[in-house]
């Protein structure tokens, strides 16, 4: 995964909002059975995509509304406090992750179809993927929405719970996004990923139909995506 100088981009190109690519894996969630579930929540932005499109779903997104409890990039301690917003269709659970997911909240959530990672910080995301793990299952999506902000925050605690879970993924679309907004110019990266089982043996069969359909979607997406994400490469 590639960054790139933010500045040089501005006038260049046209990334594909946020709200497209959540519209991307929430369509592709919606094929299998489960949950939808937000990490990180501020003014419910995004919380209100996933309510628009998450059909008859449970749907929960949960913050803290203190605001960050750590630097992230150049956003101070304390930054995105806030009220929670009232959505119709989605349960806002108020809390830091390590005092709300509890074994309890899990029963009542089930099966998850869809998470949205959008934590920032390395701790608050390695925390969200260690209690999502027994919830999920082949077919589900997750998406985090700032994966290389932050000195790699998303990237490292996902990267290290895939070493010690069994969890196996499958990277379905990288979407080039512009910077968080923190102090930096350096272009960030938005990314699919979905799970295809729980042992490695599992990568050396055929795909399964929710995968097969996954990328059948994907094909007919990519024209649009490919018009909206810059070749850097001619750019820069």
Known sequence: MLRYDYSQLRQKTNFASRAEVLEMATRLALRIPGSFIEFGVASGDSTRVLSRLKGNRKCFALDS?????????????????????????????????????????????????????????????????????????????LLFDEFLGGEEAEKRAFDEWSQVSDVRTLTVAEVARDPSGFGTEVSDVRVIFQVIGTSRIQLLRKPTPILSTAIRYLATTKRRLVGMIPNTTKLL
């Open 65 to 141: 509304f203190e605001g960050l409890p750590e630097k992230f990039e150049g956003a101070q301690v304390g930054t995105f406090a806030g009220k929670p917003p009232r959505i119709r269709g989605v349960e806002i659970v108020k809390g830091y992750f390590e005092q709300s997911l509890t074994p309890d909240f899990a029963r009542r959530v089930g099966r998850v179809a869809f998470a949205h990672l959008d934590a920032d910080l390395y701790s608050s995301t390695l925390c969200a993927l260690n209690w999502l793990t027994p919830l999920l299952d082949t077919g589900s999506i």
